[in-house]
């Protein structure tokens, strides 16, 4: 039989708001047949990973992914008067990344000190969670479906590629994101933990078995449109758009555009494939379709599922470089809004670092591409 240490730090590593950061370690460990082995739990990697190493990565994504998207965020109000196509689902997208980094705070506490926010805030956070996570996917997908009509159909998309339609399409997005993510709101609540009930943890326990089944529906929508949708979407429409700008007049505008979409769809699959193959069979674990025969396999795929989540949730970081600071464009936006800041908070530096950049020069610059 398992030790009673090794059931004790699984049920501390119970995380079950939305899936993409969240596992019920408890119910793996009880649908799992222990029989025939024992598990020596003094030296247990899954413990410091979930305890310290996690807790970190958490707080460097978050603090990157909110000074990244903060700015991206900035620079697109400061000329929202002048969005392109591509801009709005920008500004929607480092909306979206924003507000998935702001429950990483309320995970590493979780995993520190256990649920300590009600009950209220436990449905709160799972929904934002979920419907974020969801709607950034789609939102990706989108960026690469308008660049394939800019790209591809130049002129037979100017009738739909209107701001009026941009807009609406990234509202209906969020409608059904949202749409989506309200079942986590009727099975998300506040428990103790089964042996330490001074540990609170938010996670799936309203309504029994039919939050169990949810959580495996969950797992298969979060595959196909958080995952499979997108990238099936950005490969196509990225490789017709390499495939249009490679037999057309070279420049190396189109060249940094070709680099570009290869670069953008194969982070996008590094950042997510590892944890939806690990997702995946954890699922048919849960199923029985796959059995764990020994603590080293079952402590394997645990800590696989936070390692790869964390890799994930990296990709927040990188969305602002990879879709907006390539840019010139934004490069200099950047730069004047650097300007106004240092200007009115340090004059002194505002002097030393900007004197040689004037506001005139800087828009002499800022013509835009129809390709990055």
Known sequence: MVSKKMINITEHMVYEYPDYQSYDYENITENISHDDFTCDTEKDPLLLYHTVIQPLVYSMVFLLGLLGNGLLLMVLLQCRARLRMTDIYLLHLALADLLLLFTLPFAVIQILRGWLFGNFLCKLVGL?????????????????????????????SLQTRRPQMVHLICALLWLFSFA?????????????????????????????????????????????????????????????????????????????AIRLAMVVTLVFCLCWLPYNITLFVDT???????????????????????????????????????YA???VRFQNELLRLLKKCFCVCWPLICTRCFSKISVSDMATTTSTSQYI
């Not at 934002?128 to 996917?137: M, T």
């Not at 938010?202 to 039919?210: A, D, L, P, Q, V």
């Not at 029985?288 to 970081?317: D, N, P, W, Y």
Request: charged share 10%; hydrophobic share 45%.
């Open 128 to 156: 934002l969670n979920r419907l974020n996570l969801v709607c950034g996917s789609l939102l990706l997908a989108g960026i690469g479906f308008d660049r394939y009509l800019a790209i591809v159909h130049v002129v037979s």
């Open 180 to 256: 989506l993510s309200m079942p986590n709101i009727v099975f998300l609540s506040v428990e103790p933990r089964r042996n330490d009930h001074t540990w609170l943890q938010c996670h799936f326990n309203n309504h029994g078995i039919h939050a169990y089944n949810w959580l495996l529906v969950s797992r298969m929508l979060t595959h196909l449109l958080c995952f499979l949708l997108p990238l099936v979407i950005m490969g196509y429409c990225y490789t017709a758009v390499v495939f249009t700008l490679y037999h057309s007049h070279q420049s190396l505008e189109k060249q940094g």
């Open 284 to 322: 048919l674990v849960r199923l029985g379709i796959l059995s764990q025969k020994s603590c080293q396999t079952r402590s394997a795929l645990a800590l696989s599922l936070m390692v790869t989540e964390s890799i994930g949730f990296i990709h927040c970081c990188l969305n602002p470089t990879l």
């Open 325 to 327: 600071f390539v840019g």
